[in-house]
């Protein structure tokens, strides 16, 4: 089975550039946008705002789209979910701050990231964990980013 889960591309005001964050938990220079797991009876926009609140400490955005079709990836055979889950499967939101807001990582629930930087969409797909390369560019072309 493919575990339910949310990703969050954050875009500026312009919508020219989109928010990744560098992870914790690697020795290479892997970056990702804010993503999560879906818990039983919760519906995806609950598991955007509680995901986004938990990783980068703040919770005051807005949604501006929802991708219309869920985003599917087969995890690498290394990946300790490997055991339980054949990959993911993801709703897409596009997501803007309210004015003068951002990531906040210091108040942040979970430690999974060490930085945040805004790039322009092509640019985080050379960031990105390379298996999570094509999932990345269904994504973005779904919320028109690409």
């Not at 805004?118 to 690409?146: N, T």
């Amino acid at each position: 089975p493919y575990r339910p889960g949310i990703v969050a591309v954050f875009t500026d005001l312009q919508r020219e550039k989109v928010l990744v964050c560098k992870r914790k938990r690697s020795s290479k220079e892997e970056w990702q946008f804010p993503q999560g797991g879906i818990k039983p009876n919760e519906f995806p926009e609950e598991a955007l705002f509680r995901e986004v609140s938990e990783e980068l400490g703040n919770h005051q955005f807005r949604i501006l789209e929802r991708a219309k079709t869920l985003v599917r990836y087969d995890f690498a055979p290394w990946v300790n979910l490997a055991r339980d889950y054949r990959g993911q499967e993801h709703q897409w939101f596009l997501c803007e701050y309210e004015t003068g807001m951002g990531p906040e990582l210091d108040k942040a629930i979970d430690d999974d990231f060490t930085k945040c930087d805004w790039v322009f969409p092509k640019q985080s797909l050379e960031l990105v964990i390379p298996w999570k390369r094509e999932a990345y560019v269904s994504g973005l072309q779904e919320l028109g980013m690409l």
